[in-house]
């Protein structure tokens, strides 16, 4: 893990900040207070709730949910690509280089769109138009938005499928999506998406639909490219496997909410909040081999019929009757700058806490083991 | 199916007019987004929903997504009242042939809608256009439905011998249902009508079946290809169940919402085009009133401009079709197992 | 590319061949035959029917008629035997090579019973208002439906999407005949009477359209001709028109929306393209290749409705000629029409599989 910055300066980033003023130089990305609401026929939607992070110039931030937790409405927001209706961006605001974009005209935030941010989505087997050949759509970003001739965006195209990896480009721009593998079509809509040198990269589980093998190799090639166009990257995944090897910083979110913030490390190696646990006790690992992979009990709560406390309550192995009642809020827990959705870092939940270390230093059973 | 209705084949599926999860917003229900909703819940895979699970059969099922389509139920209540105007409407005010003008009422020209007459009256024989519509109502819709079943009972039956047995006897149907599909199957029903019709109901009834059951065929015989090697079909065979019971009690079954969807779109049709049929004078007995023969006598008029005297009977036949039509989507939904209730 | 397309018009050929099978069975089955036109005229005998029958060759065995009819058999002999003709090549080969001069085979679609001129001149003369009449409505249905269904599809459940469901449903609904109907008496009725109830060209102004004299009035005035059609044209347009556009239109729109909601759209999107490119480039494209086989699948339709439409405004092209021959009873005619309209549909569909697997980058042949 290449540490971005120090851990104090992690912490500013995601300090809040007041509404209506931008954040500082240093950051790129500013989401705050974020809700996002999808009105449908059984009722609202909550799918994005009140979400606060934030990405650092060149800096690399991954937000890691169950599927429906909200992190792809989220990159979908800051992109202003959902359909409204059904979708209501109900609050908050997105800063982006200097600017607050939730209210620019659509066709300024077009210019931004593919130019300054771009998206990398997680099907690459029905993310490229079939009909037009790869090297079309990528010359038609390219010529969008950097002004230059048709021979010049075919250049700029075979340059960025050189880049991401893809043998003797020149013959491959003229093929069809469908003409190539998986893993090809990941790496061209990658090349689509660094073509115009955008300045924040967000990939919504780049490598879900890819094979095993196939998946390490594009992760690998997101952090080279990364590394060397110095653009930031937003990494949306599942998999905490795949943002430990990825990000400096890593959101934990949960039913529309973030319940856990901080460094990589932090969040990997000393999580406190009970779903983090929960997520990382689920992850196969060598030292555990042998014995029964731990899931999280029970399912992701209806979006229409949320629990009245802690969205995790009806899950948590540590819940108690207070959960059930009191919303939390994201508080202080943890190393410096890491935060927690969890009444156990409140002074309510304080004494149960202390229990809870003690039985954990006394050598019992790991926390957020769920039967 | 014949010609006027269009299979209208969509992209995704067998739908008239409509597609997929898009049929109920079609009108005055502008604000549900079903789609979107659809999505949303797709990426809610897994979520619990806490929903109290009532058994409910196939049946109980559709019943109760067949009263959230809006439409299909205005449509089924179209389709009722039509059919008891048809039942009893001749019963109480049958169509006299003989009863001619007296001969103070002769005049050539007919007469618009009144209170007495609410349809109008005919030119020539002065008719009432109402008494005609309702005894004509009765034929058509015998017509159209009878046609059906019977051509429904042919297509499930060579359907399922050519998708149960296969092999040489499966290709001759099918290319036997190909040939019929290639020629505009109006011409064939016109031509049929002509020769064999005769002006009687019931040969008409027949040659509009012998003419419908080709597209049924095609989905049933497609329905027992898939559905026979399904694991439940396998499983009957293994434990040594008999091919007439497989066919009957596990296939069939099966087969039944598609066919009953595909049954309402031939209604439409055959409504249709029994009454172009007999527009032309080749369907039943132009001396008795069906839709198609109402229209027909009309046109001889039309230099008087007795608008009324075609007029109602078109409307009834979109009433008709209409109504059909709804009831289809309605049931086509409602019967499909990946739509909720 | 060849090879796909010589393949297809070999499959298409035992099609053919049964629907000539098909229609000569329907014919041949019907009681009376041919001369049941005769059937309620005192004055012909029934010797006069016997002769009749051996002037058509009804006399003959049902085989040795369709084999005759085809061309298969050499027609002046009597029977089945012969498939050998006299120059000593067989008779199923075109007339160049088989040396015979008869039968569909030969090209020669024989004699018209009701007229006694030839089935392929009728055919013929037949052919171009019809094609006038189905071609001028096919572009401008095919045209409209895809306007109005895509943009029901990019406004989705706006004013104009619902106006244009309900024209949809009740459009589908609608008779062709009964709106034929409608239109002459709102149009042609003693109300407005605008514009002509039936016919090809005003009567009193030009000579019947086909005839030599036609084409000389045509030559020497053009613009009055083409107005005096184009006038006309313009019921039975309307009528093919609005009953045809209302499936297509929600086919496209069903079509346009399916590709409107897939992950290269979100994509096209993504990079920042105006909607106007995204709706007309990225997702038209796509919606639009089902269609291309759809339109192939609806020529029969289209066909069906030019009978009727023609039947109600008499327009002079092949509807009129079946609906006549029907009638009459014209079996050669019959047989000709509906010959002629077959090879048109199989033809119309394999133009659509080549079409769809030009537009297609995925298929391969």
Redesign the interface.
Known sequence: MTAQGSVEEIAVTIAERPAGTPPDESILLDVRGLQTHFHVMDGTVRAVDGVNFSVPRGGTVGLVGESACGKSVTALTIMRLLDIPPAEIVGGEVWFDGTEILGLPEDEMRHLRGNDIAMIFQEPLTSLNPVFTVGDQIAEQVRLHMKVDKKEAIDRSIESLRLVGIPSPEQRIKQYPHEMSGGMRQRVMIAMALSCEPKLLIADEPTTALDVTIQAQILELLKSVQARTKSALMLITHDLGVVAEMVDEIVVMYAGQIVEQGTAEQVLTAPTDPYTMGLIESLPNVEKRGGRLSAIKGVVPSPFNLPPGCRFAPRCPYAWDACRTTSPELVPAGGPGQRARCLLHTPAGAARRAAMLDTAASGGATAGQGA | MT??????????GSS?????A?AI????M????????A??RR????????VALESLNQWQLAWRKFRHHRLALMGLGILGALIAVAIVGPILWPFDFNSIPKPDQIVYQGRPPSLAHPFGETGGLQRDVLNLVINGARTSLFIGFSSMMLGVLIGTIVGSIAGFLGGVLDNVLM??V???????????I???S???GNGNVLLIVVIFAFFSWMGISRLVRSLFLSIREREFVEAARAVGVRDRRIIFRHILPNAISPIVVSASLIV?ANI?AE??VS????GVNPIYPTWGNI?SN??TF????N?WW??F??LM???T??AV??VGDGLRDALDPRTRA | MGKYIVRRVIQAIPVLFGITIVVYAILLAAPGGPTARFANNPRVTEADREKFKKAWGLDQPVPVQYCRWMGICNPNNEGLAVFISDQGVPNFLPTAIGGGTNGILHGDFGISISTGQSVSSMIARAALPTAILAGTALVIWLILATLIGSFSAIKRYSFFDQASTVFAYVGYAMPTFWLGIMLIFIFSGPGLNILPAGGMTETRLSPPFGTEAYWAYFAANPFQAIADIGRHLLLPVITLVVVNIAGDSRFIRASMLESLSQDYVRTAKAKGLRNRVVWFKHAFRNAMLPFVTNVGLEIPFLFAGAIVTETIFSWPGMGRLTIDATRDYDYPLLMGVLLITAILVVFANLLADIAYAVVDPRIKY
């Open positions: 010609q006027e209705a269009k299979p209208l084949s969509t992209p995704t008239p007019i409509d597609v997929e898009d917003p079609a009108i005055g502008g604000v549900a987004q079903p789609d979107e909703a999505a949303l990426e809610e895979a897994g979520a619990d929903y806490e290319r036997t190909d040939v019929f599909l290639s020629i505009p199957l109006l011409f064939l016109l031509v049929a002509r020769v064999f439409a249709i009454a172009f527009f032309l004078g080749f229209l009309a046109l039309i230099p008087l401009g608008w075609p007029f009977p078109g036949i979109i009433l079709v209409l039509n709804f």
